[in-house]
T-cell receptor, first 116, second 113 residues
Framework: DSGVTQTPKHLITATGQRVTLRCSPR?????VYWYQQSLDQGLQFLIQ???????AKGNILERFSAQQFPDLHSELNLSSLELGDSALYFC???????????????FGPGTRLTVT | AQTVTQSQPEMSVQEAETVTLSCTYD???????LFWYKQPPSRQMILVIR??????QNATENRFSVNFQKAAKSFSLKISDSQLGDAAMYFC??????????FGTGTRLKVLA
């Protein structure tokens, strides 16, 4: 158990819908990262937050958005869903800033999103 | 821009034998971290080992060790005494002070009984 929790574990929804994925980082971790992993693919970095602020952006679609709340949990919002959005969405956390840790990320179990 | 390359899409090893997974990266920075992550069929991402670029000594975690060649920008993972439970996708990752982690495309390791 990495200490990172993600809910829900599985989500099935229809095209055009909107969903919210939730992540709680490990205790003490200030950085949260979101990744998308399609079937048999590598990890695609979406976005990173540190202590409530957006710090880095990857190939995140405009239909996707995220935020990190004062209690450090994060939510990833996916809207106008398409079949191609079906994937495993991982959240990871780390201590965060330069000189504050060794940077290793700890991953949650993922949310498997199926768009039908 | 930093890149991470895993040139072996798939590797096989006999149980109890040793296997080495390759990873190369490109960066102009001098201070960074490198990681190997394991993703078994459960899809959970598990940290296997990490290496700080400023350390010359290669990291070791039980049966897992790395061969870190900074000048060559190479970071290979050696798994000794391979076990059936080692079968998984292995991802190499790079991290510097720019906040973003960069992952390789992965190597699928099969362990043959």
């Amino acid at each position: 158990d990495s200490g990172v929790t993600q809910t829900p574990k599985h989500l099935i929804t229809a095209t055009g819908q909107r969903v919210t994925l939730r992540c709680s980082p490990r205790s003490g971790d200030l950085s949260v990262y979101w990744y998308q992993q399609s079937l048999d693919q590598g990890l695609q970095f979406l976005i990173q937050y540190y202590n409530g602020e957006e710090r880095a952006k990857g190939n995140i679609l405009e239909r996707f958005s995220a935020q990190q709340f004062p209690d450090l949990h994060s939510e990833l919002n996916l809207s106008s869903l398409e079949l191609g959005d079906s994937a495993l969405y991982f959240c990871a956390s780390s201590v965060g800033e330069v000189r504050q840790g060794s940077y290793e990320q700890y991953f949650g179990p993922g949310t498997r999103l199926t768009v039908t | 821009a930093q890149t991470v390359t895993q040139s072996q899409p798939e590797m096989s090893v006999q149980e109890a034998e040793t296997v080495t997974l390759s990873c190369t990266y490109d960066t102009s920075e001098s201070d960074y971290y490198l990681f190997w992550y394991k993703q078994p069929p459960s899809r959970q991402m598990i940290l296997v080992i990490r290496q700080e670029a400023y350390k010359q000594q290669n990291a070791t975690e039980n049966r897992f060790s790395v061969n870190f060649q900074k000048a060559a920008k190479s970071f290979s993972l050696k798994i000794s005494d391979s076990q059936l439970g080692d079968a998984a996708m292995y991802f190499c990752a790079y991290k510097s002070g720019t906040y973003k982690y960069i992952f390789g495309t992965g190597t699928r390791l099969k362990v043959l009984a």
